[in-house]
């Protein structure tokens, strides 16, 4: 049995404001579209298609930066559900069974992609309707039953009072037959208050229907509006608080904590205020992590100390200090028992094992080696205006105060430069590299004198 999987994602979402398309917003900085993708690549779909329309060049851009294959379909106009889900019938065609999800709704998750199937196959219906009962149901479409049994969906500006009161509705998530859902599409007419042609007919039009309720509510929920989608943020957030606490991570406040859902952090770490953990990061075990920093997409190890600091696609092995106040830019890598201080910043270089870079310091483009200690204020000119260029720098070297290299340069090992030099030319091993004028003492300055009888 093959399994395609249809997002509806063309939507303008007039009520956000935004000049972006709907889908695109974002719960905890993941746009609701990639939630969707992430929830139908972790239930492993043979095919994946998205149905863009709005300002289709924004989503599709969002599209061609993820990793999987999608198929992209566009839908000219917004003609409603049913007319987005046509626009997917090479896709549909292509597989026995799919599943349409929405892409505003980003709380679709894995499980109830999986059971929901199962119960699509054992019920023997040609669809099966997602559904949750929540305690209001305002917007929705409701799930209508006759004597129990599921018969149709009806849409909140087509409900009667009665059918308004139901508080069952419709998740907008469905299995079909593909077969059924081809015969059902050209059916559908745009006879309702709306004047759309909605996916939801299909369900009396196909006859053979199921209703398989989520025991996760959250799964329906969308956002229309900027409170709407604070909402959903303010819930995605506490989510990611319980998984973490789950796994033993400490938070003596969850004041000022973001941490996106795909973060991995290890027992008995402790993420203190104000702190932002986002991507793709792995934190490891016993880490102190803030107050006050930004982590995107790093790997962190264990029993780091990350002491106000920014840090973004990089990594940090275990047993280092970082902070207070350093920055981490792309490509970095910080390895174990490394201290970096105060003011620091380092940018796509290596830094050997138990290197010190205390305070005051640029480090760019730069491979240092073990054991190397830089004084205060040492910086690596690694651009000239016009190419970047390298600095390397071996074993236990050390780096006098305010030492300027001028890259291209190599600092061989154990070698010293001296306070104030700037370094254009290699510096052998175990040599030390002095550059700087000497010392004149002129004694008797009068200035002084005569200042100080003022
Ligand atoms: C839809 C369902 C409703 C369900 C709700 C759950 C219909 C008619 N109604 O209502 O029963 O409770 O979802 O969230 O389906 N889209 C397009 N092209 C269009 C219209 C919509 O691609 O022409 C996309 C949107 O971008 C969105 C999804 O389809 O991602 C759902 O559309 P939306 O207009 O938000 O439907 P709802 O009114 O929420
Ligand atoms: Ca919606």
């Known amino acids: ?6 997002i509806l994602a063309g939507g303008e979402g007039k009520r956000m404001k935004s000049e972006r398309p709907k889908v695109l917003c974002e719960v905890l900085k993941k746009p609701m579209l990639g939630w969707v993708l992430d929830a139908a690549n972790k239930f492993g779909f043979d095919k994946i298609g998205v149905v863009t329309g709005f300002k289709r060049e924004l989503t599709e851009e969002y599209i061609s930066s993820r990793t999987e294959t999608i198929s992209v379909y566009y839908q000219k106009q917004r003609l409603g559900t049913g007319d987005a889900a046509k626009q997917a019938i090479e896709l549909i065609e292509s597989v ?6 929405c892409g505003d709704a980003p709380f679709i998750d894995e499980e109830t992609l999986k059971k929901s199937f199962e119960y699509h196959q054992n019920s023997g219906a040609d669809v099966t309707v997602i559904t949750a009962e929540i305690a209001d149901p305002t917007g929705y479409g409701r799930i209508i039953r ?6 149709a969906i009806r849409e909140q500006k087509d409900c009667s009072p009665e059918e308004a009161k139901i508080c069952e509705v419709n998740s907008g998530a469905y299995w079909f037959n593909s077969k059924a859902l081809l015969a059902a599409l050209p059916k559908l007419t745009d006879n309702n208050a709306n004047g759309e042609f909605y996916l939801t007919d299909c369900v009396e039009i196909i006859g053979k229907a199921a209703a398989y309720t989520s025991e996760n509510p959250d799964i329906v929920l969308g956002a229309n509006t900027r409170q709407g989608l ?3 943020n303010e819930k995605a957030r506490r989510n990611v608080f319980e998984r973490l606490m789950n796994e033993g991570v400490s938070f003596i406040t969850t004041d000022g904590i973001i941490i996106g859902a795909d973060v991995e952090i290890g027992c008995d770490t402790l993420i203190l205020p104000n702190t932002v953990i986002l991507g793709n990061t792995k934190i490891g075990k016993n880490c102190e992590i803030g107050p006050n920093s930004f982590i995107t997409d790093c790997n962190i190890g264990d029993n780091v100390i990350l002491d106000n600091v920014k840090a973004t696609q990089s990594t940090v092995e275990n047993n280092v200090k970082i902070g207070p106040f350093a920055q981490l830019r792309p490509g970095t890598t910080i390895r174990a028992g490394v201290k970096i201080g105060d003011f620091v910043e380092i940018k796509n270089s290596d830094i050997g094992e138990n290197t010190a870079v205390a305070h005051l310091t640029y480090l760019g483009d730069s491979t240092v080696g073990r054991g190397v200690n830089f004084g205060c204020g040492c910086v ?3 651009y000239d205006g016009i190419n ?4 390397e720098i071996g074993d236990h070297a050390f780096i006098g105060c305010n030492t300027n290299l001028i890259a291209p340069v190599k600092v061989g090992e154990n070698a010293t430069t001296a306070a104030g030099s700037t370094i254009t030319k290699e510096v052998p091993p175990n040599s030390l590299a002095v550059e700087r004028g000497h010392t004149r003492i002129i004694e008797n ?6 200042r100080k009888k003022k």
Do not use: H, I, P, S
């Open 1 to 6: 049995m093959t399994t395609g999987c249809v």
């Open 96 to 101: 026995d069974c799919v599943c349409v999800l």
């Open 146 to 151: 006759k004597d129990g049994k599921f018969t």
């Open 230 to 232: 604070l909402e959903l």
């Open 380 to 382: 690596t000119a690694n």
């Open 388 to 391: 970047k260029y390298r600095t």
């Open 445 to 450: 300055w009068q200035k002084n004198f005569e």
